[in-house]
């Protein structure tokens, strides 16, 4: 059985820093391309980063560039986000998830096929 298991969110306050991790069991995902997204309540699910399977390809939101970091580190199965300079705009549930298709990034969340069962991050101003 597949199962994503995120970790890491909490209450901070900006301008501060977490980490999200996500750690993938049941089968291997070395070769899929690993993505982020968060929604927020009232909003639809929102992508914000992927990585692909070598971490030699990233992709972000506008939204969080230059302040989010995606890595994988897939001897542990286990695909990260560092968030830097958090913003209240950054509250939501964090998700990860694994594309489905092999190739390019995909940012729309249908082309996702696993899911973890998100993290909360809540930014205080």
């Known amino acids: 059985q597949v199962q994503l298991v995120e970790s890491g969110g909490g209450l901070v306050q900006a301008g501060g820093s977490l980490r999200l991790s996500c750690a993938a069991s049941g089968r291997t995902f070395s070769s899929r391309i690993m993505g982020w997204f968060r929604q927020a309540p009232g909003k639809e699910r929102e992508f914000v980063a992927a990585?692909?399977?070598?971490?030699?390809?990233?992709s972000y939101a506008d939204s969080v560039k230059d302040r989010f970091t995606i890595s994988r580190d897939n001897a542990k199965n286990t695909v990260y986000l560092q968030m830097n300079s958090l913003k209240p705009e950054d509250t939501a549930v964090y998700y990860c998830a694994v594309q489905s298709t092999f190739g390019i990034i995909d940012y729309s969340a249908s082309a996702y096929a696993y899911w973890g069962q998100g993290t909360q991050v809540t930014v205080s101003s």
């Open positions: 990585i692909i399977w070598n971490g030699g390809t990233t």
